[in-house]
């Protein structure tokens, strides 16, 4: 029984392995055929493990980018390119909340202007799928790599020491999705229930943030965005390959830069709103 569990939950994660065994040719009928042989076959009693170098033929005959995706640096590829393209949604996304600063009525027209855009529900599924993807692998990485092969490869890309902001990611991640959910149901998914003539966006947002409970919400929240973007993006670009030193600096820095200008855009809206709108 003990070989059996040590064998599925072998070398790739029992839900990952799950998972991506769906996308991988080793579904196809030809080894199920040979698994219900085998399934078929009275258990050895002389051996109390599986054949030891089971997982490895399955990770042989694996599709190359199931394979990929698999590795534990495969699956930080996947995290630095998805969290890369939610930076980029969130530089637009303050970029257009900053026309709250000129009135409730430059913010309605930007907002109508988005939502008139025949191309949003394609924009809003990508941006749904790379959220889901980015928060699937998070969680396939830190289950399964918290043992040694991540801090092995964190000190082969000479990361160097650890941060508050590198050692907390495992909070600041989930805190930031509790934050997402609350968010996306002020101002996206509550709209939905609202009649035309009472939907005043600019409106929602500033009851909401002038509330004491949103505006705690949502300063603290761009708080943790702050530490989660100060490590996620030079992780991100030494993850794709630039941990060379002389990239080290340049990266540091524009994260740096990057995460400052997040947090002041973001974090202003609800002091404004609270104290002044
Ligand atoms: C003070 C900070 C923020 C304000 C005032 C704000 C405001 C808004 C508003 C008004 C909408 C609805 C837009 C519309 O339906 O036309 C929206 C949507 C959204 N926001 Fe924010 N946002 C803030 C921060 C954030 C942060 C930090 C994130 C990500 C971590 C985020 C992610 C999203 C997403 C994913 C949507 C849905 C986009 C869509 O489906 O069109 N927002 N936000």
Redesign the pocket.
């Known amino acids: 029984m003990r070989g059996g569990r040590r064998y599925h939950s072998g070398q790739s994660g029992g839900l990952t392995r799950s998972i991506l065994r769906l996308f991988s040719p080793l579904n196809s009928p030809t080894r199920s055929g040979s698994d219900s042989l085998s399934a078929a076959r009275p258990p050895d009693p002389t051996r109390a493990d599986p054949p030891r170098g089971a997982c490895r033929l399955e990770a042989h005959s694996m599709n190359p980018f199931v394979k990929f995706l698999n590795s534990s640096i495969g699956r930080k590829y996947v995290m630095a390119v998805t969290g890369l393209s939610l930076t980029l949604f969130?530089l637009v996304?303050m970029a257009g909340?900053l026309t709250l600063y000129a009135g409730p009525k430059a913010f309605n027209d930007y907002?109508y202007l988005?939502?008139s855009n025949p191309l949003?529900p394609v924009a809003?599924a990508g941006?749904a799928a790379l959220?889901f993807v980015h928060v699937l692998f998070a969680v396939f990485l830190t289950t399964k790599n918290k043992a040694s092969r991540t801090d092995k490869y964190r000190s082969q890309l000479g990361m160097g020491a650890k941060s508050v902001a590198s050692t907390t990611m495992w909070i600041t991640g989930p805190l930031?999705l509790v934050?997402?959910l609350i968010?996306?149901w002020d101002?996206?998914i509550s709209?939905e229930f609202l009649d035309e003539s009472e939907y005043d966006?600019a409106a929602m947002?500033t009851a909401r943030?002038k509330s004491p409970i949103g505006f705690g919400i949502?300063l603290v929240?761009?708080g943790v965005?702050g530490f989660h973007m100060w490590h996620a993006f030079q992780s991100a670009f030494q993850t794709l390959g630039f941990a060379q030193p002389r990239y080290r600096g340049l990266i540091k820095i524009t994260g740096r830069v990057i995460t400052v200008l997040l947090v002041a855009g973001?974090g202003g809206?609800?002091i404004y709103l609270f104290f002044a709108g």
Do not use: G, T
């Open positions: 969130l996304h909340n907002a988005l939502e949003l809003e941006l959220f930031l934050f997402l968010h996306l101002f996206r709209k966006l947002v943030l949502y929240s761009m965005l973001f809206i609800p």
